[in-house]
């Protein structure tokens, strides 16, 4: 999802052959907003982590923030190791809500659903322990998770519905398709 700047408004102004400096583009607001769009329905809340003499303590989730409207009904853990990808993966009838506990995690969000305002938009969403959010993603949403850092990610989920090992709400495409118009650089995962 990256632009690139033309020569001149890169401030390329030698005679050099070959492409000149790329200046950055804005990527967050001076207050600290994504200035990137996301799938409609797909949505963040801040979560403060507070450190004292003894530890910390950080709230992953509570009812009474009224985010999402949908309850707590299920919760599990899963990690994903240092450079490892876990996707793409798509629920019908289900969302996720992701919150990292430890380390870095890069989610990749393709919105396909037919009636959806951001159909085809391609995102990224880097969850991390250094500032803690809980991410809502719809049902008909294709998401995969890469760990960024150096230890595993490890990532609590509060899903929208239990999980039903008789008929399990999740279909999954290879990171390498062509239906997903977004690549992985060196994927390794599935």
Same mark, same amino acid.
């Given at each position: 999802?990256?632009? =690139?700047?033309? $020569?001149?408004?890169?401030? =390329? ?20 907003? $994504?200035?990137?769009?996301? +799938?409609?329905?797909?949505?963040? *809340?801040?979560?403060?982590? =507070? ?28 990690? #994903? *190791?240092?450079?490892? #990808? ?6 019908? $009838?289900?969302?996720? *809500? ?60 509060? +899903? ?19 239906? #997903? +118009?977004?690549?992985f650089d060196h994927p390794r995962g599935s």
């Amino acid at each position: 999802m990256s632009t =690139h700047a033309s $020569r001149a408004e890169a401030g =390329h102004t030698t005679g050099a052959v070959g492409p000149g400096p790329v200046r950055d583009r804005e990527t967050v607001t001076a207050q600290g907003e $994504r200035v990137d769009p996301l +799938p409609a329905g797909v949505t963040l *809340r801040e979560s403060r982590t =507070h450190a004292d003499q003894r530890g910390t303590v950080v709230e992953m989730f509570d009812p009474r923030w009224g985010w999402p409207d949908n309850p707590l009904v299920y919760a599990y853990c899963f990690t #994903i *190791r240092p450079g490892m #990808i876990k996707g793409w993966g798509l629920h019908e $009838r289900h969302e996720d *809500r992701y919150f990292v506990l430890f380390g870095e995690m890069e989610t990749a969000l393709y919105d396909e659903r037919p009636d959806s305002p951001t159909r085809g938009l391609v995102a990224t969403v880097v969850l991390s322990e250094h500032r803690r959010c809980l991410m809502n993603i719809p049902a008909g949403v294709w998401h995969a998770a890469r760990s960024l850092g150096t230890r595993d990610a490890v990532v609590v989920n509060f +899903p929208t519905m239990p999980y039903d090992h008789a008929n399990p709400d999740k279909y999954r495409l290879p990171l390498d398709n062509d239906r #997903i +118009p977004y690549r992985f650089d060196h994927p390794r995962g599935s």
